[in-house]
């Protein structure tokens, strides 16, 4: 009896133990998956948290790098645009330039104006420029009138010289314009059509050569700091086939070409031109419409002897372009 009691309290003893043991781990077990439930949903959170707040982050950064792309881009183009503009200064510095140092205020690469022209509103040019070009000179009578007006109206333009001009005669009027602060630009050696462009075909050697001593003649008078990077074709570029190994030619001598977009009808046939003053600002009114709008203006004209009617009507061009708001610039 006493032992079978015995047997009987330790199975009660046991059995308890045992519901005891269950409880608990029941209830540990339920407990840590409470945990582990909380504790995951905080993870969801701060996970959703964490992806919002980087998402967000990444919007922000994206805005900022935009903006720094744009203000770094518009930086960049300044820097390149100064850089350039340096370096086009730095190498005519270095060679020389077309013009005097006080007309480097003035002074429009012609680079950046072909390409205004080519392609309007891309360039650099900002503003309205204009760029008034003289021709076929030097001499002693129509060369030294266009400076008289020029320098009554304050203003200042681009002449495209040719060399067989240039003699003792003529040398104090080319040395005149180049002190005034004008520019100089070349236009070829004989201004022969048969020999630059024979068949209407440019001979690139005798183009090159003429280059070289037009470049010369200038140097002759004005020095050898003098050096000019502008050229004109004798009748235009755009009048003749086959120009492109001249074009070559020429920009290995430093030397870039350039058209017009204004003209005044002064080198049209007898027949053709303007017989008055009224009939040449009218043909130069109808002459802007030939060419595409852009910030800049080159006008055609000659202070060649016998274009009397051009010096005449010279101010009042002139005035047309004050008027409109222009600056007058210098190629170089
Ligand atoms: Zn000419």
Do not use: C
Request: aromatic content about 10%; hydrophobic content about 40%.
């Amino acid at each position: 009896m006493r032992k079978f009691r015995n047997w009987h309290w330790w199975l009660i003893f046991l059995s308890i133990l045992l519901i005891v043991i269950a409880f608990f781990s029941v209830k540990l077990y339920t407990d840590r998956h409470a945990a582990d439930m909380a504790a995951s949903k905080t993870h969801a959170k701060s996970v959703s948290e964490h992806e919002a707040a980087v998402a967000s982050s990444r919007r922000h950064a994206a805005r900022k790098a935009s903006k720094r792309h744009v203000a770094a881009v518009s930086s960049r183009r300044r820097a390149a645009a100064e850089a350039s503009r340096k370096e086009a200064q730095s190498k005519a510095a270095q060679v020389g330039q077309n013009h005097i140092a006080e007309a480097n205020q003035y002074a429009y690469p012609v680079a950046q104006v072909k390409q205004e022209m080519d392609a309007p509103y891309t360039s650099p040019i900002k503003e309205n420029v204009v760029f008034l070009t003289f021709d076929d000179g030097p001499n002693t009578v129509n060369s030294p009138k266009v400076l008289d007006i020029l320098s009554q109206a304050g203003v200042h333009g681009t002449f495209f010289v040719v060399g067989k001009q240039i003699s003792p005669e003529t040398a104090p009027v080319l040395k005149a314009e180049y002190d005034a602060g004008h520019a100089i630009g070349l236009h070829s050696m004989t201004h022969d059509y048969s020999l630059l462009y024979p068949s209407r075909v440019g001979a690139t050697a005798v183009i090159e050569n003429e280059a070289k001593s037009a470049q010369a003649a200038v140097q002759q008078v004005l020095g050898s700091d003098f050096r000019s990077h502008i050229w004109r074709y004798p009748g235009g570029h755009f009048s003749w086939k086959g120009l492109a190994a001249a074009d070559v030619a020429l920009s290995r001598l430093g030397l870039d070409w350039i058209d017009w977009d204004a003209a005044v009808g002064d080198a049209l046939s007898p027949a053709q031109e303007p017989k008055t003053e009224d009939a040449m600002l009218q043909y130069h009114l109808r002459s802007l419409n030939v060419y595409p709008a852009s910030n800049v203006r080159v006008v055609l004209m000659h202070d060649a002897l016998g274009k009397d009617l051009t010096v005449k009507t010279l101010p009042r061009i002139i005035q047309y372009y004050r008027d409109n708001g222009y600056k007058f610039g210098v190629l170089e």
